[in-house]
T-cell receptor, first 112, second 114 residues
Framework: EDKVVQSPLSLVVHEGDTVTLNCSYE??????LLWYKQEKKAPTFLFML????IEKKSGRLSSILDKKELSSILNITATQTGDSAIYLC????????????FGTGTRLTIIP | DADVTQTPRNRITKTGKRIMLECSQT?????MYWYRQDPGLGLRLIYY???????NKGEISDGYSVSRQAQAKFSLSLESAIPNQTALYFC?????????????FGPGTRLTVL
């Protein structure tokens, strides 16, 4: 059975801090790893990492895939209150990512 | 207008009732999905559809059925709702043109079964 584990489950930091969220996976036929941000309701896509693209960066957010360690980290620097959300990690295990296995998420709270 | 819409957004129903959740998309994607989200369990796949004639069970399809009425519409039915189907339900869509396709989510339907 495919498994995706995220840590920590929740994290509370002050505005301006840097945070690192972790995602590890045990799956057959790994194809890609995706990060989503879930604020009020709908998860919104952040990054996709694959064997041909193991690092992604967008503004203050960056992510790295470690295929040897079967894990990924999501870094957020200079955090803002708008970064408060649940961050979801998902792993795609077949062509085209038809099937994603999600972790339970990390709830990040930024205190002003 | 939102690319992926879900109706209703909130629903309270009673045990044993039949209920349908609807999803529409304007993204032109062929692939559509239904997930449920429970606290501490993350998102779990109920059903997915590659096109109008291709529907597949996900990891937790028992107690649910789906209908793909058109490329843009995918509905989820609970034939006889039970309290442990209380959850947040998401519809998602994805393209089929690349090797790797991210999924785009609708706003969710919060369903409560009493």
């Amino acid at each position: 059975e495919d498994k995706v584990v995220q840590s920590p489950l929740s994290l509370v930091v002050h505005e301006g801090d840097t945070v690192t969220l972790n995602c590890s996976y045990e799956v057959t036929n790994f194809r890609s790893l995706l990060w989503y941000k879930q604020e009020k309701k709908a998860p919104t896509f952040l990054f996709m990492l694959t064997s041909s693209g193991i690092e992604k960066k967008s503004g203050r957010l960056s992510s790295i895939l470690d295929k040897k360690e079967l894990s990924s980290i999501l870094n957020i620097t200079a955090t803002q209150t708008g970064d408060s959300a649940i961050y979801l990690c998902a792993v795609g295990t077949n062509f085209g990512n038809e099937k994603l296995t999600f972790g339970t998420g990390t709830r990040l709270t930024i205190i002003p | 207008d939102a690319d992926v819409t879900q109706t209703p957004r909130n629903r309270i129903t009673k045990t044993g009732k039949r209920i349908m959740l609807e999803c529409s998309q304007t993204k032109g994607h062929d692939r559509m999905y239904w997930y449920r989200q429970d606290p501490g369990l993350g998102l779990r796949l109920i059903y997915y559809s590659f096109d109008v004639k291709d529907i597949n069970k996900g990891e937790i399809s028992d107690g649910y059925s789906v209908s793909r009425q058109a490329q843009a519409k995918f509905s989820l039915s609970l034939e006889s709702a039970i309290p442990n189907q209380t959850a947040l339900y998401f519809c998602a869509t994805s393209d089929n043109r690349g090797d790797y396709n991210e999924q785009f989510f609708g706003p969710g339907t919060r369903l409560t079964v009493l």
